[in-house]
């Protein structure tokens, strides 16, 4: 079982800055890809950023040149920089990671972190 540990959420004013963390763990895990979506009230979930082991990066165009994803491998980690954030932005942010384990597939969710932008 692969588990994901999300953190950092919470409230913050328009144009200010938050970090966002996914901690993933597990036994005998390779985690080949790592993302962030985020699902607004009345919403579908959306793709926000992902990265791959080798550090491709893809953006959902409402985020380019804002949120910045990376990656720690050794610590099977993933972060997202927020920077600039806009009202539009609040939403439960998910964390996603793919891989590995066990020589099967997997597919695991985090449990979500509120992210809300208001003044």
């Known amino acids: 079982q692969v588990q994901l540990v999300e953190s950092g959420g919470g409230l913050v004013q328009p144009g200010g800055s938050m970090r966002l963390s996914c901690a993933a763990s597990g036994s005998s895990i390779r985690i080949n890809a790592m993302g962030w979506y985020r699902q607004a009230p009345g919403k579908q979930r959306e793709l926000v950023a992902e990265?791959?082991?080798?550090?491709?990066?893809n953006y959902a165009d409402s985020v380019k040149g804002r949120f910045t994803i990376s990656r720690d491998n050794a610590k099977n980690t993933t972060y997202l920089q927020m920077n600039n954030l806009k009202p539009e932005d609040t939403a439960v942010y998910y964390c996603?990671?793919?891989?590995?384990?066990?020589?099967?597939?997997?597919?695991?969710w985090g449990q979500g972190t509120q992210v809300t932008v208001s003044s």
């Open positions: 996603k990671a793919k891989g590995l384990r066990l020589l099967r597939d997997f597919v695991s």
């Open positions: 990265i791959t082991s080798g550090g491709s990066t």
